[in-house]
């Protein structure tokens, strides 16, 4: 006999995107918290963090519609809490939950730098770029403290092994120095990930993000060091954030973006009924106009992950945001590419040669 609920609710705890734990798809056994005891409903939301005892950092993908082959996640699980986060449900597969759990038990690559250093220094390695991180932040905010992205940059300057970052966060300006040092290489990018100018809307949506104005800053401060910077308007949410497209690239161009994406809000798995919650939460009138603008992007379906249409949609609905991103591409001055990293200046130092020289 096991325990089993589709939905264990909690109080929406301050600084947390989720206001339940989903039970996990794979686990026969669900903890239902007794309603007649405030302190259990109430439910953990301090974040714990855990070792992950990986033995390789480097991911292969083989997604037809992604851009990029490999990706290093330092972390897994996410603080920032984006309530949208498709990533949510990769937490089940380690026995957590997709919701607060997913925010609040962090799995630390603690050896990450070391495992970053073997795959480099492997005669096989083709020095393709590497995005940080194809699944979750790279700057969430105990990196602050753990310093594990950093590192890994550390190792990545040492080889001249070009890297993209994508974040939500304005932990790259702490690491002005080692991405000085990959760019006069042509070694790396940072791409910005700003949903809205909205800050009451960023709070809630992603409660533990940096501020939109702190986002731009970010995008001024990489362009003004010669960093090669973009912006993502990712994801596009209908009727909640859509209409920010052309304002958001204004904003992001005055601020010397040199490149713009966007993709299409993904629901998978457990994160629908998460949102769906959430916008009853916070924008209970608007909450069916949204899911149906989200369904109408979708043909007829909150999420569709099929290739070619799980990043952009597919219908009028997808076709509406596709011409409101050009507009706002045009207005803005921004180029849509992504300009190509360098490989070419790859190497792997000896015992010696263990300095960031950039002769």
Not at 109 to 114: C, F, I, L, N, R
Not at 145 to 152: D, K, Q
Not at 280 to 307: C, H, M, Q, S, V
């Amino acid at each position: 006999m096991y325990i089993c609920s589709y939905m264990t609710s909690y109080t929406a705890a301050r600084g947390r995107g989720a206001g339940s734990n989903p039970a996990n798809r794979f686990e026969r056994l669900h903890y239902e918290p007794d309603p007649s005891h405030p302190g259990e409903s109430a439910g953990d939301h301090r974040t714990r963090f855990y070792k992950d005892s990986a033995s390789t950092v480097i991911t292969r993908n083989d997604s037809p519609d992604i851009p990029f082959r490999y990706s290093l996640n330092p972390y897994r699980g996410c603080e920032h809490g984006c309530i949208y986060c498709y990533a949510r449900p990769t937490h089940e597969y380690l026995g957590f939950s997709a919701g607060i759990e997913f925010e609040t038990r962090i799995m630390v690559k603690e050896d990450a730098p070391a495992l970053l250093r073997a795959e480099l220094s492997a005669g096989s390695w083709k020095a393709d770029p590497i995005v940080f991180s194809g699944v979750t932040d790279p700057y969430q905010p105990v990196e602050r403290r753990l310093g594990l992205t950093r590192r890994c940059l550390e190792v990545l300057a040492e080889f001249r092994q070009p890297v993209a970052l994508i974040t939500k966060n304005a932990g790259p300006a702490r690491d002005l120095d080692l991405l000085r040092a990959l760019a006069r290489w042509n070694a790396c990018s940072v791409s910005v990930s700003l949903t809205t100018l909205d800050a009451t809307l960023a709070r809630t949506m992603e409660p533990r993000t940096a501020s939109p104005r702190q986002r731009l800053h970010l995008i001024r401060t990489m362009a003004q060091a010669g960093i090669p910077v973009g912006v993502m308007t990712a994801p596009v949410i209908p009727g909640l954030n859509d209409t920010e497209i052309p304002a958001i690239l204004e904003a992001a161009g005055a601020a010397g973006a040199q490149w713009a994406g966007y993709t299409l809000v993904r629901l998978p798995l457990a994160v629908a009924p998460l949102f769906t919650d959430w916008l009853e939460r916070y924008y209970p009138t608007r909450k069916d106009r949204i899911l149906d603008g989200i369904r109408k992007a979708r043909a007829g379906k909150l999420n569709n992950a099929d290739f070619g249409a799980r990043m952009r949609g597919a219908g009028s609905g997808a076709e509406q945001v596709r011409q409101l991103f050009q507009l706002g591409l045009r207005r803005s001055g921004i180029p849509q590419e992504h300009p190509p990293l360098s490989n070419r200046h790859f190497r792997r130092p000896g015992p010696q040669q263990l300095d960031l020289d950039l002769e």
